[in-house]
C-alpha cells in the first residue's frame, strides 16, 4: 500500500475531511490534497505524527505501512506524552474526558462548545466569581 493510499485512509479512519485534517496538523487544504495525491508530495515527519494523532492510526503504520493500522487503547494511552497527560482524580471529569477522546474528531468542537455554554448558563452564581 502507497504512503498516499495510508494517508486518505488514515484520513477518512478519522473521519475528517481534507480541510479538518489540515486544520488539525496546521497546514493547508491543498497540502493534505497533494499529500494523498499519486505521485504525491511526502509530508515531513513531524507532519505525519500530527496525522497519525489526529486520525487515531498507529504512527509506524502510516510511516511505513508495517503493523496494525489502529490503536490499541493501551498503545493509545502509552503514546500520550508525559507533558501533554492530564491528572484527572474527579470521577466525572473522568466521564467527560473520557466521552471526549471517544467522540470521533469531527464532533470534538461541538461537544467542547456544548460543555462552555453549560458552565456560562449554569444556575447558581455568575462564571468567574462571587456576586457583589
Not at 511526502?42 to 489502529?70: D, Y
Not at 474527579?90 to 466521564?95: A, G, N, Q, T, Y
Request: aromatic share 4%.
Amino acid at each position: 500500500m502507497t504512503p498516499e493510499l495510508r494517508i486518505r485512509l488514515a484520513r477518512r479512519h478519522g473521519g475528517l475531511s481534507q480541510a479538518a485534517l489540515a486544520a488539525a496538523v496546521g497546514v493547508q487544504r491543498s497540502a493534505v490534497s497533494h499529500w494523498e495525491a499519486s505521485p504525491g508530495k511526502s509530508p515531513s515527519a513531524s507532519h505525519l505524527r500530527q496525522v497519525a494523532m489526529a486520525t487515531g492510526v498507529q504512527f509506524e503504520w502510516l510511516a511505513t505501512g508495517r503493523g496494525k493500522m489502529t490503536l490499541s487503547p493501551e498503545v493509545a494511552m502509552d503514546s500520550v506524552a508525559a507533558a501533554d497527560a492530564l491528572l484527572v482524580d474527579d470521577p466525572l471529569e473522568l466521564r467527560l474526558l473520557t466521552a471526549f477522546r471517544d467522540c470521533p474528531p469531527r464532533s470534538r468542537v461541538p461537544l467542547v462548545e456544548i460543555a462552555e455554554q453549560l458552565a456560562v448558563h449554569r444556575v447558581g452564581r455568575p462564571r468567574g466569581g462571587s456576586r457583589s
